[in-house]
């Protein structure tokens, strides 16, 4: 079993930047692929990014090269650096274990709240 804890959510202006984290912990040994998934009201959950151990990575169309994904291995840490943010971007915030990239696992953290205001 891997848990998964979320932080560094909070209120940002449209344009700003904001970095969200991932701590991993437990059965980690399964974790090939970490991925971070939002879900606004109203909307399907979707992947905003992902990243596998060897560091290959996933991106939602949305993103267009405003986000960056990346993980530390040794402090089991992964990072969402969210730059140019959009009120659309407004959302709670999800990472995920899993073993491939892009695919979800069954380990969900509890979520953190990103909030973009125009």
């Known amino acids: 079993q891997v848990q998964l804890v979320e932080s560094g959510g909070g209120l940002v202006q449209a344009g700003g930047s904001l970095r969200v984290s991932c701590a991993a912990s437990g059965s980690i040994f399964s974790i090939n692929a970490v991925g971070w998934y939002r879900q606004a009201p109203g909307n399907q959950r979707e992947l905003v990014a992902a990243?596998?151990?060897?560091?290959?990575?996933m991106y939602g169309d949305f993103v267009k090269g405003r986000f960056t994904i990346s993980r530390d291995n040794a402090k089991k840490m992964v990072y969402l650096q969210m730059n140019s943010l959009k009120p659309e971007d407004t959302a709670v915030y999800y990472c995920n274990a899993g073993s491939r990239l892009g695919v979800p696992g069954n380990s969900w953290g509890q979520g953190t709240q990103v909030t973009v205001s125009s």
């Open positions: 990243i596998t151990r060897a560091g290959s990575t």
